[in-house]
């Protein structure tokens, strides 16, 4: 995947706190007007060409959804070059075909979320931007995505609506039926607001989601950090080999 210039940036999540199979030309901390990223940003090539890794949680594994600095980590990406960001996320399953360990390229977002720092337009401003939204994923780069999963046999569902809630509990079987009846596939904790951050910057923005679960009251058992881990363990392989072929291409 290449862009004109720009360099490709990875934002780990949950279960891809390190990206093996990147060779690390080096590392840097940045600091933005809106703080520090959640990790230093890794350099790197993977399968050739030049990615930008960072962990959204930090490495270790220590900030919740709700306290990532999303600015600070988009604007430190941005500086470094990235005009490509693929977010890897861990979701819970709504959709039916959305099982555990499913890999899902969602095409659209609701957002309900609240209290993040959510734009780079506020304070002393010389006039109010509203960008547009319509189309929060890059279709290009979700083409490439997709390509990647099909070449190497790497089942996926390529559509669906990410639901962004504020965690970090997990949510209510009531709150995951209203949010099937909204149109959500998929619940995830940390799409928002990284997504309109990055389109707000002019970056294009990808999510590449993991199903970690099935979500709150879709089976009969509640949610255990086992089955997440389980899922992660099985599923995250795949990721990873997404992510090598679409540098690639
Ligand atoms: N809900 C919200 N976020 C998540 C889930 C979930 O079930 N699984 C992984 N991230």
């Known amino acids: 995947m290449s862009d004109g210039g720009g360099v490709v940036g ?41 990615v930008v890794f960072l962990s959204r949680h930090g490495n270790p594994h220590r900030i919740p959804p ?46 309900y979320t609240w209290g993040r720092a959510g734009t780079f337009f506020e304070g002393d401003l010389e006039q109010v931007t509203h960008i547009d939204f319509t189309w929060p994923y890059d279709q290009e780069a979700r083409n490439i995505i997709m390509q990647a999963a099909k070449v190497h046999g790497v089942p996926f569902a390529g559509f669906g609506v990410y639901g962004a809630t504020q965690g970090p509990r997990l949510e209510t079987a009531a709150e995951i039926r209203r949010m099937e009846r909204d149109g959500c596939d998929l619940v995830g ?22 199903v970690v679960n099935w979500a709150a009251g879709k089976t009969e058992q509640i949610i255990t950090m086992a089955e997440i881990e389980a899922a992660i363990d099985q599923g995250m392989s795949g990721v990873r080999r997404i992510l090598e072929v679409s540098m690639a291409g």
């Not at 690390?24 to 959640?38: D, H, K, Q």
């Not at 904790?189 to 993991?210: H, N, S």
């Open 66 to 111: 709700h306290q990532v600095n999303y600015r600070a980590n988009i604007k430190a990406l941005y500086d470094a070059g990235v005009r490509t960001v693929i977010g890897v996320n861990a979701v819970g399953g709504i959709h039916p075909d959305m099982g555990p360990a499913c890999v899902v390229i969602p095409d659209q977002i609701i957002d």
């Open 189 to 210: 904790m940390t799409g928002m607001p990284e997504a309109a951050l990055a389109a707000e910057l002019g970056m294009r923005y990808v999510c590449l989601g993991l």
């Open 10 to 50: 990875i934002i780990g999540g949950t279960g891809l706190t390190t990206l093996s199979g990147l060779e690390i030309t080096g590392t840097r901390t940045r600091e933005t007007p809106w703080g520090s990223p959640s990790s230093v940003l890794t350099d790197g090539h993977l399968d050739g060409q030049p």
